[in-house]
């Protein structure tokens, strides 16, 4: 067990260390404890290995499908007004739901910060509440992090909205490769993108040199590199990904967000992913895939010289390390090069967008993001409207697309 630096959250490495927790730890030693777990790992070997942990304490399990909204989870928050230990077993939907709900049984505060009406895609708990149901994170997927993060995703009416708050992070997570040892390798792949993605979008989006801080941002992107080589290598082999690297792939995605990696950074030198979650809603296509679709053209606009998206010089100086990190030399140009990194390792991203739906979705952006907002940096729609019309630049033909929202 290890307790992660600047926060209480513990580590515990699988089912067992928490099976001794909870006989050992008079905080919650014979408390009555509530399962939430995803359909998809519903009765799966994980799931029994941590209805096994429990025991007896286990009084009550739910099942869920599906991102849910603020709807569900108000009325999971009403549910759980009278449990004393949650467990969330499920990938990053599910854990941003349970993360939301525990905190939300603190009371009006919570849910009335969750529901005033407003226009910004970013929803900051302030002041910290504090949550009265403790949390238990068991995370079935990679790359998401969340059972390590202080944020949140949830949909409303007018996109997916993002939720910040130091109180959301669990107080434990348990890492167990048994909880993905049936994630399909596409999913490994994606995983391993997504947590190189948010490692290194800090490091490019800002200016400036933090030398102790870009040196651990290198270091552990291009191990995430390697790693995500070897899943591709296991994939062609017509072989499953190892329980040692999905669970390294699993801590490092957690890890991702420390705050030791990005502490004295622009707070929003994360343009990308604003922009990417946006376009994922607007289409109703997978987060990893607008990712995936959008990091070409984006580094390209960057190393352009488009220095409210990132620092050019910054941007190549991690390229320059990243791009041998794989058995095959991957090209010197940023785009191109991590344009072929994503293709190696199979990850979709073909986008369809016509001119009108990418304008329709720039202008959404601006609006939860900019105008007036500071996390755009000044964008504005023709910008991002270049953007994602390149992003969607090698999809195949449009057909049956609904109307621009």
Same mark, same amino acid.
């Given at each position: 067990?290890?307790?992660?630096?600047?926060?209480?959250?513990?580590?515990?490495?699988?089912?067992?260390?928490? %099976?001794? $927790?909870?006989?050992?730890?008079?905080?919650?030693?014979?408390?009555?404890?509530?399962?939430?777990?995803?359909?998809?790992?519903?009765?799966?070997?994980?799931?029994?290995?941590?209805?096994?942990?429990?025991?007896?304490?286990?009084?009550?399990?739910? &099942?869920?499908?599906?991102?849910?909204?603020?709807?569900? &989870?108000?009325?999971?928050?009403?549910?759980?007004?009278?449990?004393?230990?949650?467990?969330?077993?499920?990938?990053?939907?599910?854990?941003?739901?349970?993360?939301?709900?525990?905190?939300?049984?603190?009371?009006?505060?919570?849910?009335?910060?969750?529901?005033?009406?407003?226009?910004?895609?970013?929803?900051?708990?302030?002041?910290?509440?504090?949550?009265?149901?403790?949390?238990?994170?068991?995370?079935?997927?990679?790359?998401?992090?969340?059972?390590?993060?202080?944020?949140?995703?949830?949909?409303?009416?007018?996109?997916?909205?993002?939720?910040?708050?130091? @109180?959301?992070?669990?107080?434990? @997570?348990?890492?167990?490769?048994?909880?993905?040892?049936?994630?399909?390798?596409?999913?490994? !792949?994606?995983?391993?993108?997504?947590?190189?993605?948010?490692?290194?979008?800090?490091?490019?989006?800002?200016?400036?040199?933090?030398?102790?801080?870009?040196?651990?941002?290198?270091?552990? @992107? #291009?191990?995430?590199?390697?790693? +995500?080589?070897?899943?591709?290598?296991?994939?062609?082999? +017509?072989?499953?990904?190892?329980?040692?690297? #999905?669970?390294?792939?699993?801590? $490092?995605?957690?890890?991702?967000?420390?705050?030791?990696?990005?502490?004295?950074?622009?707070?929003?030198?994360?343009?990308?992913?604003?922009?990417?979650?946006?376009?994922?809603?607007?289409?109703?296509?997978?987060?990893?895939?607008?990712?995936? !679709?959008?990091?070409?053209?984006?580094? #390209?606009?960057?190393?352009?010289?488009? =220095?409210?998206? =990132?620092? !050019?010089?910054?941007?190549?100086?991690?390229?320059?390390?990243? #791009?041998?990190?794989?058995?095959?030399?991957?090209?010197?140009?940023?785009?191109? +090069?991590? %344009?072929?990194?994503?293709?190696?390792? +199979?990850?979709?991203?073909?986008?369809?967008?016509?001119?009108?739906?990418?304008?329709?979705?720039? $202008?959404?952006?601006?609006?939860?993001?900019?105008?007036?907002?500071?996390?755009? *940096?000044?964008?504005?729609?023709?910008?991002?409207?270049?953007?994602?019309?390149?992003?969607? *630049?090698?999809?195949?033909?449009?057909?049956?697309?609904?109307?621009? %929202?």
């Amino acid at each position: 067990m290890r307790t992660t630096g600047g926060n209480k959250r513990q580590s515990l490495s699988g089912a067992d260390e928490l %099976a001794r $927790l909870l006989r050992n730890d008079d905080a919650i030693r014979g408390q009555n404890v509530t399962v939430l777990v995803d359909d998809a790992v519903r009765d799966s070997a994980i799931h029994q290995r941590v209805a096994g942990a429990l025991g007896a304490a286990c009084a009550e399990t739910l &099942v869920f499908h599906g991102p849910g909204d603020l709807r569900s &989870v108000l009325a999971l928050a009403e549910r759980l007004a009278g449990a004393e230990l949650v467990v969330g077993l499920g990938g990053g939907s599910l854990l941003d739901q349970a993360k939301l709900a525990t905190l939300a049984v603190a009371g009006p505060r919570v849910s009335a910060r969750l529901t005033v009406p407003q226009r910004s895609g970013l929803i900051v708990l302030a002041p910290q509440p504090v949550r009265p149901v403790p949390l238990i994170a068991v995370p079935t997927t990679v790359g998401t992090g969340s059972e390590s993060s202080a944020v949140a995703c949830l949909t409303y009416p007018q996109g997916k909205r993002l939720i910040m708050g130091k @109180a959301l992070r669990p107080e434990i @997570a348990v890492m167990d490769p048994l909880a993905t040892a049936t994630l399909p390798q596409e999913l490994v !792949a994606e995983g391993v993108l997504e947590a190189l993605f948010r490692l290194v979008s800090p490091y490019v989006g800002d200016h400036g040199d933090l030398p102790p801080q870009d040196a651990r941002v290198a270091d552990t @992107a #291009r191990r995430l590199v390697r790693l +995500g080589y070897e899943a591709r290598d296991a994939a062609r082999a +017509g072989q499953r990904c190892s329980d040692g690297l #999905r669970l390294e792939i699993a801590e $490092l995605s957690g890890s991702s967000h420390d705050a030791w990696f990005h502490s004295g950074r622009d707070p929003y030198a994360v343009k990308g992913w604003l922009v990417a979650n946006e376009l994922s809603s607007a289409l109703a296509i997978r987060k990893m895939t607008a990712v995936a !679709a959008l990091l070409p053209p984006l580094w #390209r606009a960057i190393d352009a010289g488009e =220095g409210r998206l =990132g620092s !050019a010089r910054r941007l190549r100086r991690l390229w320059s390390l990243l #791009r041998s990190e794989g058995p095959e030399q991957l090209p010197a140009d940023p785009a191109a +090069g991590v %344009a072929a990194l994503i293709d190696s390792w +199979g990850v979709d991203r073909s986008v369809r967008l016509t001119p009108d739906h990418a304008e329709a979705v720039a $202008l959404r952006i601006v609006r939860a993001w900019g105008a007036g907002l500071p996390m755009l *940096g000044g964008l504005a729609a023709d910008d991002l409207s270049s953007l994602l019309n390149e992003a969607a *630049g090698s999809a195949p033909p449009v057909q049956d697309l609904p109307p621009p %929202a």
